[in-house]
């Protein structure tokens, strides 16, 4: 499903270094709806929206703006489309603008003209933001394919829940208003975790094996250990080491992870995550930003962030971190400079507000996790653990591999 955001009726402060960010989060069609803010205040607010976002707006009012802004998206609301003679939409399209209006009828689809690129069809849902608009389709609805061959935009009520459902009534996108301006502030991490749930997640174990060097075992010692007890999700962390070191340890990783079927991620070094094809790459809030290594390393390999802190969690969703790695859960010597320590209740809170903004996202608790501490854990909604000194320290870590597998199902 494509998503069109449509702009709050009103001015809001800061907005247009919001709509920078959207944009920036990978945005590529926003409606400037600003049915009574003066052509003054919306000239304002485009001058300070990057040039180079400017092309992926479409004017509701005001188009005379647009060729001095390099816009090229014009809306037509239904009344101001009714008022417009017909031959209008040729000449439009001819001067290479993208057309777009607004039907709330799906009988109205059979004669709309072709020249518009899109339409908003709505409401499809409850109003979210408006009262009293409420759903004009059953639930039921189909659309039929063959009244416009453009596409139908869903509008109207349209948030996480439901935009599944629209999918399946042949909806080719979402134009979302209340479910990102419900709260501003929210407003980009929101549309993260929307687009987010637009694309196939990624696989990502509940048991995440971290490797450890100590006087008698090397990261590869401890990798071969944990491969063995059964682990096949096994992060290669070389700590206070040059990337040039760090990158041989990291093909035997790869040949030792290839021959038991194990997924490799690599922890801190983007470029040899990329050398080596890993399956994935975990960064920590002082490691490289996320959007910067998915950058370089493209799409294919996970990327996994850090977070001890409610506003660490947004900063990972906004970034679209495949999975987070939420901790210290206790004390560990295994890492230095530990954050300060989250215990049960840390995780408990940090899970409802997960709950209570609607996020869903792998979380995986890290620092001090023994078996034992699994279940009351899982009991707070993680997703899964990722240990090291409860596997290369245990006495058999084939029997505690079982043990903490038997806690995570
Ligand atoms: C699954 C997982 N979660 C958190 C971390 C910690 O990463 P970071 O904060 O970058 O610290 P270092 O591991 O690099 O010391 C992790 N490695 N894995
Ligand atoms: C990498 C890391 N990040 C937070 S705690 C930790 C170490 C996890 O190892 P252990 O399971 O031995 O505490
Ligand atoms: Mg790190």
Redesign the pocket.
């Known amino acids: 499903m494509e998503l069109i955001v449509i702009t709050h009726p009103e001015m809001l402060p800061g907005e247009a270094g919001i709509i920078n960010q959207l944009f920036q989060s990978g945005l590529a069609r926003l409606h400037l709806r600003k049915p009574d803010v003066p052509k003054e205040v919306v000239q304002d607010l485009l001058e300070n929206i990057t040039p180079a976002f400017r092309n992926r707006i479409a004017l509701h009012q005001h188009h005379e703006l647009a060729d001095a802004f390099g816009i090229t998206g014009l809306h037509f609301t239904e009344r101001a489309r009714l008022d417009v003679a017909p031959e209008t939409w040729s000449a439009l399209k001819s001067r290479a603008y993208t057309l777009s209006t607004s039907l709330h009828d799906p009988a109205q689809l059979e004669t709309l003209s072709h020249d518009f690129d899109y339409a908003f069809l709505g409401p499809v849902f409850d109003s979210i933001s408006k009262v009293g608009y409420a759903a004009k389709l059953p639930s039921d609805f189909k659309l039929n394919p063959f009244t416009f061959p453009n596409k139908v935009i869903a509008l109207g009520g349209m948030d996480a829940e439901n935009l599944g459902l629209a999918s399946q009534m042949g909806f080719a996108g979402a134009a979302l208003l209340g479910a990102i301006w419900q709260n501003p502030e929210q407003a980009v991490t929101r549309f993260a975790h929307l687009k987010s749930l637009q694309v196939e997640r990624p696989f990502v174990d509940r048991l995440h094996f971290i490797s450890n060097e100590t006087p008698d075992m090397s990261h590869i010692d401890s990798i071969r250990l944990a491969l063995e007890a059964g682990c096949r999700w096994i992060q290669l962390r070389v700590k206070h080491r040059p990337e040039a070191e760090v990158l041989p340890i990291a093909w035997e990783a790869t040949r030792l992870c290839d021959a038991y079927g194990a997924r490799l991620i690599i922890?801190?070094f983007p470029r040899v995550a990329l050398a080596v094809q890993a399956y994935g790459l975990?960064?920590?809030l002082t490691?490289m930003p996320v959007p910067e290594a998915r950058a370089l390393v493209g799409n294919k390999i996970v990327v996994g962030g850090?977070a001890n802190s409610w506003e660490d969690i947004e900063l990972r969703i906004r970034e679209g971190a495949d999975y987070i790695g939420l901790g210290p859960f206790r004390f560990t010597s295994t890492k230095e400079n530990l954050s300060p320590i989250l215990g049960v209740e840390g995780y408990a809170a940090l899970m409802q507000k997960m709950a209570d903004a609607g996020f869903s996202k792998p979380i995986i608790a890290i620092g001090g996790v023994t078996p034992a501490d699994i279940p009351i854990i899982r009991s707070t909604g993680i997703y899964g653990v990722a240990m090291s000194a409860a596997l290369t320290g245990a006495t058999d870590p084939a029997e505690t591999f079982y043990e903490i597998q038997q806690a995570l199902c």
């Open positions: 922890n801190d975990h960064l920590g490691d850090t």
